[in-house]
């Protein structure tokens, strides 16, 4: 996500329940493992969208996938 200006060792603060949009930066459980991506649905599919321009979207048709909540907040360490 350095292309929206969250970096490895970043802290973010996700806001858990209610819903997520289009557009929106999520905390995703997918496979097992938890990514913080955008959010996108195309022909009914959710795209995880990484923010980094040498990373292609990923597909999660077929994968379990669970939506954690909404990005609201970043902390960083100096």
Same mark, same amino acid.
Request: proline share 4%.
């Given at each position: 996500?350095?292309?929206?200006?969250?970096?490895?060792?970043?802290?973010?603060?996700?806001?858990?329940?209610? $819903?997520? &949009?289009?557009?929106?930066?999520?905390?995703?459980? *997918? +496979?097992?493992?938890?990514? =913080?991506?955008?959010?996108?649905? /195309?022909?009914?599919?959710?795209?995880?969208?990484?923010?980094?321009? $040498?990373? &292609?979207?990923?597909?999660?048709?077929?994968?379990? *996938? +669970?939506?954690?909540?909404? =990005?609201?907040?970043?902390?960083? /360490?100096?």
């Amino acid at each position: 996500m350095v292309d929206v200006g969250i970096f490895e060792g970043d802290h973010v603060i996700v806001e858990k329940g209610g $819903r997520v &949009k289009e557009g929106d930066i999520v905390a995703a459980l *997918l +496979e097992g493992e938890t990514t =913080v991506k955008r959010y996108s649905v /195309k022909n009914g599919e959710v795209l995880l969208i990484p923010e980094n321009r $040498r990373m &292609k979207p990923i597909p999660t048709r077929g994968k379990t *996938l +669970e939506i954690q909540g909404r =990005v609201v907040s970043l902390q960083r /360490k100096l």
